[in-house]
């Protein structure tokens, strides 16, 4: 079982930047890809970014290119760093993990998720 935890969410103003962390414990993900998403109140889960575990190549979506990176900070984590911030940034932010694909963009692609983190921003 891999079990996956964020952390670094809080509260920050418009054009603020925040550092998310994803914590991977249990069994190893030897290949696949990981992810961050977003839900906010009465929306769908979103995709934001990817990176593959195998290759390091990472995929963005629009909202988020530019202002995010994404990066593997360690063999057991992955980071999401979000610049320039903005009210509708706000957003629970789930990180995922997947042994089948190596940048999937659809929730149902990922087996692993953790609990999540909030970040608000506010104007």
């Known amino acids: 079982q891999v079990r996956l935890a964020e952390s670094g969410g809080g509260s920050v103003q418009t054009g603020a930047s925040l550092n998310l962390s994803c914590a991977v414990s249990?069994?190893?993900?030897?290949?696949?890809?990981m992810s961050w998403f977003r839900q906010a109140p009465g929306k769908e889960r979103e995709f934001q970014a990817a990176i593959s575990l195998h290759s390091g190549a990472t995929r963005y979506a629009d909202s988020a290119r530019g202002r995010f990176a994404i990066a593997r900070d360690t063999q057991n984590s992955v980071l999401l760093q979000m610049n320039s911030l903005k009210p509708e940034d706000s957003a629970v932010y789930y990180c995922?993990?997947?042994?089948?694909?190596?940048?999937?963009?659809?929730?149902?692609?990922?087996?692993?998720w953790g609990q999540g983190t909030q970040v608000t921003v506010s104007s």
């Open positions: 995922a993990a997947t042994r089948k694909y190596a940048l999937a963009s659809l929730p149902h692609n990922y087996e692993y």
């Open positions: 249990g069994r190893t993900l030897a290949g696949g890809g």
